[in-house]
């Protein structure tokens, strides 16, 4: 290989010392069994084509595909391998340098790429499936398309647009804060992002939500498009950078983690990288945010109630206590401990459409551990994971158990007692 066309940190990548210690974490070693789908095979397959001791072909693109790219592995290795930005390099290079299929290729640079980062496209793209699941016709489509639409929700209330300044009435005020509405939350879960921002307002927060924001650019990203990745991110700074904020706050953890990676991502850009540093230092999840509101949650919910781990909030931004704290407050002594809480549900980002198979595995793992606590609410905070957990639950025939948003769990919350 060129070593211009070096993709690979060395120093990163040899920062693996083979433990084995992340194996146990990983959620397609753990369905698979086979080293390549491990964390510590897939460094030594990226080093191998690196070195030129390996092709890009489609048995090890394979195995790097099947990555779910959910860094549980970097959440436990003992090394500090930064697993995530060696994935994210290495996508790069097998989206540049290998030929995929014509489907692969049109799901991946159309669909995704062109349709989910737009909301307005998102909604028309939309319209035909919610169309023939209604009229009961996606019975005669393969079972590939069948899976993807069981993922659209059946309600879509179409909400207006979040204002640009949300003002809080709240007697203490305590600043402002931006806020960032995401591409499929502002198509799926408008109610949810509105849920948002009147408990920012509740905290004491003015909420201003640019319109001039974009897509974070986690689906490039991911997806091995870092150009496009650093566009959007370049856009979306410049959208909140003159905003004077205390804070910019994201619902979505798949978007907040790329978010806070800005800095990151254009790392290289000597013109952008002090300002997306300081812009990844702003963001916050919304369950950070609302921390300080745990003692005035009320205890009122009768039924059991668990919480998933998604997993780029609890692997790539370590938080996992915030949303636990805020659960709990409400849920008290109902609540109850999910098994295997942060191994992923097999949505990660659009990883449910380009590997269906695994996904499937891990949505049926996710649901019968969900089943197993008892609980009749599953509280998260990721489209993706609400998405894939109830169309898991529905399939095992456990529409009673009802996943949601924390921003809804919460406000519904408040409302039962009229606070
Ligand atoms: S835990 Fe870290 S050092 Fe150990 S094998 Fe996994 S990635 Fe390598
Ligand atoms: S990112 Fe997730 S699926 Fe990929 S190797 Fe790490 S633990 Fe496994």
Redo the contacts with the bound molecule.
Sequence with gaps: MNPDKRFLDETKAL?????????SSCPTYLETGNENDS??GR?YLMRAIQDGRMDLAESAVGHLDLCLGCRA?EA????G?Q?GALLEGTREHVEASYRRSFFQRFLRRVAIEKVFPFPGRMRLALLPARFARALGLTRVLPKFARDAMSLIPREMPALPCLPELSPTSAKEKKGRVGFVSGCVMSVMFQQTNAASVRLLNRAGYDVLTPRSQVCCGALYAHGGNLEAARSTARRNIEAFESLKLEAIIINAAGCGSTLKEYGHLLHDDSAWRERAEAFGRKVKDLTEWLLPLVPTLPQCFSGKVTYHDACHLAHAQRVSKPPRELVRAVAGLNFVELPESDVCCGSAGTYNLTEPEMAERLQDRKTQNILSTGALTVVTTNPGCLLQIRAGLEKAGAAHVRAIHIADFLESALSKVGT
């Design positions: 920062a693996c010392i083979h433990c084995g210690l992340c194996l964390p510590r460094i592995c436990v290795c003992p090394s391998v697993y």
